[in-house]
């Protein structure tokens, strides 16, 4: 018998009668949600090593859709597909394996229109932005936290609660352990640290990591998925397993998770400290990613000193780690002229108060970083490092967040979100304008650790023309206020580069740290 | 008779006895310097259109090198083979041609050691800097003439004579014209504006860019020859021809300059607007020049808003036009990163008076500029928009020097030419330092357009140790003066990521802009 579920039903695996070689299960119509995960299971041989004697796929066909999805072993005689429906309607399906059992095997899907909330996987847009499949705009407020998932039960709901009141709509998180785990740590292949048989994964392993990225989904955040860390620090062994290993893990993990339509992939973090890896090999895994996964989820790599090469073409968006490009929109801004391609800065530092530079900022300062980042047209990640007394802390474990700049960056994603669909791209580029939008419709212009007590009404001079008004809006970033600023603002060209007011009036500005302007046609 | 002669000799092309195919000059001995350019002249058809017709090559053979270098058609029924001999002693060549009486025809060159002065051509050392052939650093100090070579003579001479006492060992120069020409204007091709033969070459012009091009060689300049730009204004129809004029023309143009050991080759300036080129047009012109230029000279693109992908492997080093990158050594850096290849800020805004904000720096803006590119382990370009009462300025037509910057940018090539062989780069990178050098051997420390009074001593841990000692130059870039500080400063670990004075000494500082520290080992 085989069974088609969406996620959230139980999922029956009970395909027992399914024992002939492409018995079939035409005309069994079963019902899943566009971009949710259809899964078939199947039963099928258990003898030999079925997590590398078996090849099992699906070709899934609806309307002038064709997905082939590969399949996977559950342990214990169970296969799995996965499918993300991508439009709705009638989808049918049939199976292809090397085990007669699994070969052959047909049936139907129903797919129904999405559920509330649920916008579909989020791809590139406009070249250097992001949105869900149905068109909603994704403005990116991510964060991190490598290893909340190897964390007890308990700490992970707490996790879990933090995120469902924060602002963050991506997390960062390694499938590999690199620190504090649960104190019945389970561990992706079957064996023991540095004793690893690494043709054989542990289901139950991976289950547990389907069911935290299932959790974040059905709160509405994205999971960057980080395949590799060089973080292993000998305990385990997993940064450093034979090109084989790696490729088969890569395999068996997109097989599994890339249904769910919250999955980014990133291939490392720090790919460039690995001591057994080169970049050489993060290019085959990028491209090994890249032919596995058919629905084309997102796909980064993340680094230290030496950046990779983005625009190399498996890489569909920059993942950058740099303190000093995130103190200023101009530096960074660069990294979206050479690539032409999203860029989020991923780690800027983080909050927190450890005794290295990389984890001791103040909320202050990541709040600007996160706006020196939105004006270059960019998107940026928090994280922090606040141990408590258990030696947790949210970059390496989840649980609470300590720091103060969360419910800022949950204002500057309402002020995104308010924003153009399109995203803000940096006007005048060519000069230092710390100003970004869409020319002659929307403004941001962030005036950084300046404090001035007045602004000049000025705009550059693309799309606008003489008698066009404005009004603006006061933005705090840190005290979280807006407020309208009572002037409409007629311009007139001044120059040859700039309009004006052509009063020559100025806005008023409260002489603190942190504000902005919002400046929108009256 | 073949006869093989050094570019600074009279050229005998006196080749009518070899009428007979395959005819033989073996034995002939002719003496040429290492890295000058030895020439085969020979005679051959003048029917049909021997630039498209004719099919020339000759194969060079010294020690264990190999050299094919393409011959070209100049006029008058001559054809000439230029070669500069990578290395010295005995060579053997022959030629292969479609034309019988241009086929099999062999001889020897005698190479000698490079004179003095002749240090070979310059192409890419140590990821991110320049060296000579012969293992000399090369410091570029650049500068831009588009249309120099096309004016009088009289003002080409007037251009040498100021090149001559200036500080720039590279110029920036167009093969197509501009803007002002001589008054007798020579053209590449047969014809009128607009109505050219492009299947037939006008020697008389390409003889001229020689002449221009050695002369820049004698004075100790490469020549950046741009091969395409956008500002031909409808005027003569250069920036629009088809497809295969383009790529014959670089064909022929590659042809007789490779072999100058000063040429470097810049596809186009302002690639992204031409009107009706495409980035893949200029991706196959840098393939056609890799591919035809058998000597490798360093190949770059010039760019107004959208940066060319410098990854490409075609791509030897990146000439880049901005103005904000060049204001913040943080902000350039960052295209290093990304490439790997050296960076040449090669339009940085000129120093001038003219009334748009693309040339209206000052001299010290300027200089405050090639610093910034400095401590950011790149190289800067200069140039300048005066107009005389002619209407000659330095960009566009040569002629004579106006602005203030050019002897501050003597004293930094001077001190550049004193420091490492190696080159300078960025120390601390991750953190905003405006501090290049080689870890614990030399450092260059630029304040830009602070006036500190005093600095206190301390330097990044990298090679760093408790009790080295270093001293201190006190370099003002404007006024160009050395003071040596007094002090021997004795370092001690500081915090986790500096070394200071172990009785926390500072630096006596003059508080005025642009003063730079060189920091050396005592």
Not at 84 to 109: A, F, H, M, Q
Not at 312 to 337: F, G, M, Y
Request: charged share 25%.
């Amino acid at each position: 018998m085989s069974h088609v579920v969406t996620r959230r039903t139980v999922c029956v695996s009970a395909l027992t009668a399914l024992a002939a070689p492409g018995a079939s299960a035409r005309n069994r119509m079963v019902t899943a949600e566009q971009w949710g995960v259809a899964e078939i299971a199947l039963s099928g041989q258990t003898d030999g090593n079925p997590f590398v004697d078996v090849a099992l796929s699906a070709r899934f066909v609806g309307g002038d859709c064709t997905v082939v999805a590969n399949g996977f072993y559950d342990g214990d005689g169970t296969y799995r597909i996965r499918f993300c429906p991508p439009v709705p309607g009638e989808w049918r399906y049939t199976t292809r394996s090397n085990s007669d059992r699994l070969d052959g095997i047909d049936g139907k899907i129903a797919v129904s229109p999405p559920a509330a909330g649920n916008h579909g996987p989020v791809g590139v847009a406009d070249t250097y932005h992001f949105a869900y499949a149905d068109g909603t705009p994704f403005k990116q407020i991510g964060t991190t936290s490598y290893g909340w998932m190897h964390q007890t039960d308990a700490l992970c709901a707490l996790t879990l609660q933090t995120l469902k009141n924060a602002p963050f709509n991506k997390l960062r998180m390694a499938v590999f352990p690199n620190g504090t785990l649960d104190n019945r740590p389970v561990y992706p292949f079957v064996g023991t640290p540095h004793a690893w048989d690494t043709t054989r994964f542990n289901p139950v392993f991976f289950r547990r990591l389907e069911t935290r990225i299932g959790q974040l989904r059905d709160l509405g955040i994205e999971a960057d998925v980080i395949l590799f860390h060089p973080y292993d620090e000998g305990k385990w062994g997993f940064d450093a397993m034979p090109r084989e290993a790696d490729e088969r893990y890569v395999r068996y993990v997109v097989a599994r998770l890339s249904a769910y339509r919250n999955v980014w992939w990133s291939m490392a973090n720090e790919y460039d400290v690995f001591p057994h890896k080169t970049e050489e090999d993060f290019d085959r895994i990028f491209q090994i990613v890249q032919d596995a996964d058919c629905y084309g989820r997102l796909r980064s790599i993340h680094h230290l000193h030496k950046m990779y090469d983005n625009n190399k073409p498996w890489v569909t968006h920059a993942s950058i780690q740099s303190a000093t490009l995130a103190e200023d929109a101009e530096r960074c801004v660069v990294l979206r002229d050479v690539w032409r391609k999203p860029v989020i800065l991923d780690e800027v530092q983080y909050e927190g108060n450890h005794d290295q530079r990389w984890a001791q900022l103040s909320g202050e300062e990541m709040v600007h970083r996160f706006w020196e980042g939105t004006v270059a047209g960019e998107y940026v990640g928090h994280s922090e490092f606040f141990e408590d007394d258990k030696h947790h802390m949210w970059l390496g474990t989840g649980g609470a967040l300590r720091g103060i700049s969360p419910p800022r960056l949950a204002f500057l994603r309402k002020v995104l979100e308010d924003g153009p669909a399109h995203g803000l791209d940096p006007i005048d580029q060519a000069h230092d304008r710390r100003l970004a939008g869409i020319a002659g419709a929307y403004y941001l212009l962030y005036f950084g650790k300046a404090c001035p007590r007045e602004w000049a009404f000025s705009l550059p001079k693309e799309k606008l023309r003489d008698g066009m008004r404005f009004t603006v809006d006061v933005l705090d970033t840190w005290n979280m206020t807006i407020a309208s600023d009572p002037g409409v603002y007629t311009i007139k060209k001044q120059g040859q580069y700039d309009f004006a007011d052509e009063r020559g009036r100025a806005v008023a500005l409260p002489g603190r740290p942190g504000i902005a302007l919002r400046i929108k046609p009256f």
